[in-house]
């Protein structure tokens, strides 16, 4: 059998320094762009699709960029590595560290950090850190770790990580045959909206495309640094994943805001778990919350008039809805027991 070419060998040209080698990898990138049909008739949307990133080795787009973090870390020898987070980078972190054979810490809020991402974590060995505090406080001490160089920081703020993150542009590129006109994501450290639109940018640089999609980033209302123009010191939102108050790439998230005519706005803690749902009802797709935000958002331009009907929308469905199994509340009845006869089964079932 002939391996697959590891997403690092696709793009080499684009990303690899001259002799580079990338030993390690999990098969991550070739995520699936999906039609998305029946949301897209919900929302007023003839071209909608969906990247879902939830197929990736360890569920979420992390391990695009953690790749490359990685078989540069190790390959300069470094002897641990160490990452912040809100829980993905954590479970990408301690999975490529574990195929490294490096040592991995992970820094991580203490209570708001999803159950599935945990798991991966301990899983692969990585020792965990939690702290009494947010994401923004676990990242300025990891900074600092770095500056002392105890261990090679995996967080965004290393430039391998935004570097790798751009093949999701230019793999949206390949299967479109073109750019999007828009595309939507969610918004908390802001490096994936950085690196999303560098990706573009590069791709139009290079005369492979002739267009770049307007960039339309989405926070949740109790985390929305970027819109209100100020940090928040105590953010709070049901999508743990970008429960994030002053995000390391502010500055790449407005520049790609503006360079590409878009916005970075902000969607409510409902708003995200009622397109959660309706992503996976309507087209059996299964994200996180934090992911449900880029949906929620073009939901509302396209309401305001501000997404039109026959533009090429894409969304990014940043994390697989596994991770967090406890965002989902059960339906009223729908757990409680009954006889296992078939009258009382019936009955059950409504029919
Ligand atoms: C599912 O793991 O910050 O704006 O520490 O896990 O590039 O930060 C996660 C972020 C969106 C936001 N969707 O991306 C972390 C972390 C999911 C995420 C984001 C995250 P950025």
Redesign the pocket.
């Known amino acids: 059998m002939t391996r697959p070419e590891s997403l690092l060998e696709r793009y080499r040209a684009f990303l690899a320094r001259p002799e580079e080698l990338f030993p390690i990898t999990l098969g991550e990138g070739g995520t699936p762009l999906l039609k998305a049909s029946r949301l897209g008739a919900e929302l007023g949307l003839d071209e909608l699709y969906l990247k879902y990133e939830g197929t990736s080795p360890t569920g ?3 391990d695009r960029g953690m790749v490359l973090a990685v078989n540069r870390a190790a390959s300069a020898g470094a002897r641990a590595v160490v ?8 479970a990408s972190a301690a999975a490529y560290a574990a195929a490294a054979g490096l040592p991995c810490f992970v820094i991580l809020p203490a209570g708001k950090v999803a159950r599935g991402k945990l798991a991966q974590a301990l899983v692969a060995g990585a020792r965990l850190v939690m702290v009494d505090g947010n ?1 923004d406080q676990a990242l300025t001490a990891v900074r600092h770790l770095g500056e002392e160089r105890a261990a090679a920081v995996v967080n ?1 703020v290393n430039p391998d990580r935004l570097e790798g993150q751009q093949t999701a542009a230019w793999e949206v590129c390949d299967a479109l045959g073109r750019a999007p006109d828009a595309l939507g994501l ?8 950085t690196a999303y639109w560098r990706g573009f940018s590069r791709y139009a640089d290079e005369g492979l495309t002739d267009s770049r999609p307007r960039m339309l980033g989405f926070q949740a209302d109790g985390a929305a640094p970027i819109v209100r123009g100020e940090a928040v010191p105590e953010p709070e939102t049901v999508a743990t ?2 429960r ?1 108050g002053n ?1 390391a ?1 502010w500055a790449g998230a407005t520049a790609a805001r503006d360079e590409s005519g878009g916005s970075i706005e902000s969607v409510s803690d409902d708003e995200i778990l009622a397109a959660q749902r309706e992503i996976a009802q309507l087209e059996g797709v299964f994200c ?1 919350p ?2 449900a935000a880029g949906v929620a958002g073009v939901r509302k331009l396209a309401r305001e008039g501000r997404v039109h009907r026959s533009e090429t929308v894409v969304c990014v469905l ?2 697989h809805g596994l991770k967090d199994p406890d965002a989902i509340g059960a339906e009223e009845g729908t757990l409680t027991p009954v006889a296992p006869d078939v009258d009382a089964i019936r009955a059950a079932m409504g029919m």
């Open positions: 979420s787009f992390k990452c912040a987070s809100t829980g993905n980078t954590a994401f965004s969610p918004v908390g450290n802001a490096g994936n909206i994943a970008i994030i995000p790439s996180e934090a992911s940043t994390g």
